[in-house]
Structures are given as structure tokens and as C-alpha cells.
């Protein structure tokens, strides 16, 4: 896919992952609109890259009535939607059980709620907006980027539902790219590993450091703009599709 002039949706894209990809799509010409709860970054992000390339849609990626007026406010800016790139998401971290009891079960939903229904309501609402754009020469229409997590093959101790949540992002893959193939719309999910993002920034610099140190080559924490770099590669190699893209240096997660 031809990024100069294409939309892209992109959650969580006041932030982390979703912002250094926000960024790196405006930088290929795309147009963006930034999905993010409404305290967010993304008003401020939107102003800073310009009314042209890029708006700020608040919603909650569970809420179905959110999520379709997004869509329909992008479509209405920009004129439809080819690329739609999930990052929302929610981390937590408790043991299925012990000293202080069972985890408690709406912790497990929330999880759920966020990481994998939330991403299928998302890209499910995007994908048939793509519908209407017409097919490129090659046929396509447009594409799904997913992102799951090491933790979904090598999840650690603590992280049952996490797991849970990325494992289902990665099991729908496939089908998905099955179900939208006729369509020319593709979809993939990357899996990052240990990545500098605000949910690791929160940990003291040691802990930090611990977990760069587990990585085999590159040594340190994975880069948001790595991240927003292989984004920016399966958006534009239409031979990619249905597949789960590792990037993590090659960790494989410890127990603990």
C-alpha cells in the first residue's frame, strides 16, 4: 500500500507504541486519526502534527457507539480508512491465586475486555469501512495491524490474564485474514517483547535495567519507533498477511 495520502486509524495513538506510530505514518504522508480515551494526549498530538494530516477521535475501544463515531468522523475528515493500527491496551499482574486469594475475576474481564474485544470491536468497525474504498491495482483495500506480546507464547508468573488477552489477539489473526481475504483487506499482529513504553517507565531504572539485560541482542529495551517501523513496512508490503511478526531481539520470557 501507497502510505502518501492513505488513512490510518490508529488506537492508543496518543502514546507509546501508537504515538511513535502515529508519527512515523504522518512522516510517509499518510493521514491519521488518533483513538485514545478522551484525558489523553491525542488532542494536544493532533494539534501539534496539523488539522491536514491528522484528528483526535476520543473514545473507549470496548464502547461500540464510540468506536462508530470515530470511524465515521475519520471517514468524514478524510475521506474513508485503509490502515487500521490497534495498540490500546491494558496490563496486569497478579497470580491466579494465593496469600491474598483467588485474582479477583473482573481484574481477568477487564483484560479481556480491553486487549481483545476491544481490538476485534475496533478493527471490525474499520474493516468495513475499508469495504467501500475501491481496490488498488493489486486488489487491496486495506489493512489490519494487531499488536499482541511475547507474553501470549511465554507468558510469565502474574500474567494469566495478560496472556489470556494477547493469546486471543494472536488466535484471531489468521481467520480474520481468512474472512477479509475476498475483500483485499489484510491482517497481521505483531508481538512486541520488553519495550520502553509508560507502562515500563513507571519502574525504578534497576528493574528496568534487569529486563534489558534478558534480551539477547540488542541488549535494551525495544524502541517505540522500532515498533512504528515494522508498522510502517506490513502497511506498505502487500505480501504480508496473516501472520504473527516476533519483535523483541529474540527474548524468550523466564517464568518470573
Known amino acids: 500500500m501507497k502510505l502518501e495520502n492513505a488513512v490510518a486509524l490508529v488506537t492508543g495513538g496518543a502514546s507509546g507504541l501508537g504515538e511513535a506510530t502515529v508519527r512515523a505514518f504522518v512522516a510517509k504522508g ?10 489523553s494526549n491525542g488532542e494536544k498530538l493532533a494539534a501539534e502534527l496539523g488539522a491536514d494530516k491528522a484528528i483526535f477521535t476520543p473514545a473507549d475501544v470496548t464502547n461500540t457507539e464510540q468506536v462508530t463515531n470515530a470511524v465515521h468522523k475519520t471517514a468524514a475528515k478524510f475521506g474513508g ?8 491496551g491494558v496490563g496486569t499482574a ?9 485474582m479477583p475475576l473482573d481484574m481477568f474481564e477487564l483484560c479481556i475486555k480491553v486487549n481483545l474485544i476491544g481490538t476485534f470491536n475496533v478493527l471490525r468497525l ?11 491495482a493489486d486488489g487491496e483495500r486495506g489493512v489490519i495491524i494487531n499488536t499482541a506480546s511475547v507474553a501470549a507464547f511465554d507468558g510469565q508468573i502474574g500474567q494469566a490474564a495478560y496472556s489470556a488477552s494477547k493469546g486471543g489477539v494472536v488466535g484471531m489473526t489468521l481467520p480474520i485474514a481468512r474472512d477479509l481475504s475476498r475483500d483485499g483487506i489484510r491482517c497481521l499482529t505483531i508481538a512486541p517483547g520488553t519495550f520502553d513504553t509508560p507502562m515500563l517507565a513507571m519502574l525504578p531504572d ?9 534480551i539477547p541482542f540488542p ?3 525495544g524502541r517505540p519507533d522500532e515498533y512504528a517501523a515494522l508498522a510502517v513496512h506490513i502497511a506498505e508490503n ?19
Open 94 to 102: 497478579m497470580k491466579t491465586t494465593g496469600k491474598q486469594g483467588p
Open 126 to 136: 474499520a474493516a468495513t469501512e475499508m469495504l467501500k474504498n475501491a481496490p488498488a
Open 30 to 39: 499518510a493521514r491519521i486519526a488518533i483513538l485514545d480515551r478522551p484525558n
Open 81 to 88: 480508512i485503509h490502515i487500521n493500527v490497534n495498540c490500546a
Open 238 to 256: 502487500v505480501y504480508l498477511n496473516g501472520e504473527i511478526i516476533r519483535l523483541d531481539g529474540a527474548i524468550r520470557m523466564p517464568p518470573r
Open 219 to 221: 541488549s535494551r529495551l
Open 206 to 214: 534497576p528493574q528496568r535495567q534487569a529486563l534489558a539485560a534478558q
